[in-house]
């Protein structure tokens, strides 16, 4: 129990600042079609980042990476890209070993927030080619929040993950 009180007390004040965010934008309240439309520009965004992954490789990841202070991304529990600086070095790395990554999402789903942000949340079933031909498999589901700036919708933060070996999930 003592574990989620953190939890409860850090979605509070994320609660709290959301709603007040909301509050204090000068834009229209957002309508039903708004949203639609976030939905539909996120998720266009994501399939873009398939078909860009399949045709470039890893490299193309940095093209829907926001590129702030704010960037990161978790796997498993571990921050794997503290910053946008280490995102660009490991994917380097993995263009020199992998060639093409197939990346199918399932059941994506977007949430817009408010107005420039939205969280995605989604399956996945990923395929990385070597340089080789030879592939390894991934799947699991991700979560992380789109930002929406000068250059369109970007990733701003990423969290991955992917069942434990013998676990029902």
Same mark, same amino acid.
Not at 10 to 32: K, Q
Not at 50 to 68: H, I, N, Q, T, V
Not at 70 to 86: K, N
């Given at each position: 129990?003592? =574990?989620?009180? @953190?939890?409860?007390?850090?979605?509070?004040?994320?609660?709290? %600042?959301?709603?007040?965010?909301?509050? =204090?934008?000068? *834009?229209?309240?957002?309508?039903? &079609?708004?949203?639609?439309?976030?939905? !539909?520009?996120?998720?266009?965004?994501?399939?873009?980042?398939?078909?860009?992954?399949? *045709?470039?490789?890893?490299?193309?990841?940095?093209?829907?990476?926001? &590129?702030?202070?704010?960037?990161?991304?978790?796997?498993?529990? =571990?921050?794997?890209?503290?910053?946008?600086?280490?995102?660009? &070095? *490991?994917?380097?790395?993995? *263009?020199?070993?992998?060639?093409?990554? !197939?990346?199918?999402?399932?059941?994506?789903?977007?949430?817009?927030?408010?107005?420039?942000?939205?969280?995605? @949340?989604?399956?996945?079933?990923?395929?990385? +080619?070597?340089?080789?031909?030879? +592939?390894?498999?991934? %799947? %699991?589901?991700?979560?992380?929040?789109?930002?929406?700036?000068?250059?369109?919708?970007?990733? =701003?933060?990423?969290?991955?993950?992917?069942?434990?070996? @013998?676990?029902?999930?």
């Amino acid at each position: 129990m003592h =574990r989620w009180a @953190g939890v409860r007390g850090w979605l509070a004040v994320f609660l709290a %600042g959301v709603s007040g965010a909301c509050g =204090r934008s000068d *834009a229209p309240p957002p309508n039903g &079609e708004w949203w639609a439309s976030v939905r !539909d520009s996120v998720a266009g965004m994501m399939a873009d980042v398939s078909r860009d992954l399949a *045709a470039d490789g890893p490299s193309a990841w940095l093209r829907y990476f926001e &590129e702030s202070s704010s960037f990161f991304m978790a796997s498993d529990g =571990r921050s794997v890209f503290p910053t946008h600086a280490a995102a660009d &070095e *490991a994917v380097a790395d993995l *263009a020199l070993a992998f060639t093409r990554v !197939d990346i199918q999402w399932i059941d994506l789903r977007v949430e817009p927030l408010v107005p420039g942000f939205a969280v995605v @949340g989604t399956g996945y079933h990923e395929i990385l +080619t070597d340089t080789a031909g030879g +592939t390894v498999e991934f %799947g %699991g589901f991700m979560t992380g929040v789109a930002r929406h700036g000068p250059d369109g919708w970007r990733l =701003r933060n990423l969290h991955w993950s992917s069942p434990v070996p @013998g676990s029902d999930g």
